[in-house]
């Protein structure tokens, strides 16, 4: 992590009226800076610039040099809790944090600096979500300028009417509680509210959910997946029906790797015979056997002359998409046309629900379950916390019987 430098420095551009200069903090990151005004200013002639500190004939100098240890202080102990806990920041961050201590923030002003911090993570469709709360909370209370105290019982229930009133269907509804309980869970360790205030032990959100449809189809229909000749489909060439294909049945082969994290997969994640990789979401490692058909799909897509580094699906190009925001919206049109292409095959195919990539997680988990992987650990629906059902199962089995399971998907 790239170390930030801080120091005080007078800021002689443009005199005040009453001829002093501001001494500011200038805070230096990757060759960007930031200055953070302290409230006192001297006499040009009362600074001394080779050293950035008042000069002795400087009145007042001993209160302007006790100012500015204090908050040079306080700005170095917030970068050394970012260093410790290896996390990320950007400058607007570092001085968001430190001029407003939580303790004293607005649910509006704690909102906007978890959105901050998931971005500075490159945590961005976790951000989103916190985003479309923020917006959802607008039009509830019209200002977020609260406590977290505020939010009572009586406070999420009408919270609750607002949104069905606007005719939101109650997996919506879940989607947003559940991004509030979590962010109040986060502002009573960071000590913005106690405790005792804590809304959800009384107001459940578990109401709300849902029980999701049925999305797995059987292994025969897998195989006439396999099989299906897609240019039988469309009388014109379609790229992304063949890549549909392959990623579909790539990723019900690789215990259910999303497309997010399938874009992502690189050649140095393969390795003996097995593809390593750690989720995007939670950063989980993730170990599975390639089967042949797996491994024949890999090497359909290999490019001439390709080193470990590059990407492995023709998604991703790592000399264009550099950026986590760059990689996230190629990976989301990616997305949306392996999704079309698959309900092209769905229709060519007559299958009974609707194909999306996230149909092959789904008959992943219903084969292994009738593979004899524990039914206490596997649900035969997997709803919106299906990810995290997911890696329990993946965590708690050997990958022996992982892979022994994995002899049954075909």
Not at 30 to 48: A, F, I, M, N, P
């Amino acid at each position: 992590m790239l170390t930030t430098s801080v120091e005080a420095i007078c800021f002689n551009y443009r005199p005040k009226k009453d001829n002093t200069y501001p001494i500011m903090l200038r805070l230096t990151k990757s060759g960007k800076r930031k200055y953070v005004s302290l409230g006192v200013s001297v006499k040009e002639e009362h600074w001394d610039f080779k050293k950035n500190t008042p000069k002795r004939n400087c009145p007042d100098r001993d209160f302007i040099l006790a100012i500015i240890d204090k908050r040079i202080a306080e700005y170095r102990a917030r970068i050394n809790e970012y260093r410790l806990e290896n996390k990320d920041y950007t400058l607007e961050t570092l001085v968001q944090r430190t001029e407003n201590p939580v303790r004293s923030m607005s649910v509006g002003s704690y909102l906007d600096l978890f959105i901050s911090q998931l971005k500075d993570e490159n945590r961005l469709g976790y951000a989103e979500s916190f985003k479309g709360l923020k917006s959802s909370l607008l039009l509830y209370c019209k200002s977020l300028d609260i406590k977290f105290s505020a939010i009572d019982n009586q406070w999420l229930k009408g919270y609750e009417i607002h949104l069905k009133k606007g005719g939101k269907g109650n997996n919506t509804i879940g989607i947003r509680f559940r991004s509030l309980r979590a962010l109040y869970n986060k502002a009573i360790a960071d000590e913005v509210v106690k405790r005792d205030y804590y809304p959800f032990e009384t107001f459940k959100i578990s109401k709300f959910r849902e029980q999701t449809r049925k999305r797995a189809i059987k292994r025969e229909d897998i195989k006439r997946i396999i099989d299906l000749d897609v240019r039988t489909i469309t009388n014109y060439r379609s790229p992304y029906l063949e890549l549909g294909r392959d990623l579909f049945i790539f990723s019900y082969l690789t215990c259910g790797i999303n497309l997010a994290d399938m874009a992502r997969i690189r050649y140095s994640d393969i390795y003996d015979g097995r593809l390593e990789y750690h989720r995007k979401k939670t950063n989980k490692l993730i170990a599975c056997k390639l089967q042949e058909p797996a491994l024949k799909i890999i090497e359909k897509y290999r490019k001439q002359n390709a080193v470990p580094e590059d990407y492995i699906f023709p998604i991703l190009d790592r000399k264009v998409h550099k950026t986590e925001t760059q990689i996230r919206d190629k990976v989301r049109k990616a997305n949306k046309a392996t999704n079309k292409a698959l309900h092209k095959i769905e229709n060519k195919l007559g299958l009974p629900i609707s194909l999306t990539t996230y149909v092959a997680r789904h008959s992943f988990a219903t084969v292994l379950k009738r593979s004899g992987v524990s039914t206490s650990i596997i649900s035969e629906s997997l709803g919106h916390s299906s990810e995290k059902v997911t890696q329990i199962y993946l965590d708690s089995f050997e990958n022996e019987q992982i892979d022994n399971a994995m002899q049954n998907l075909l």
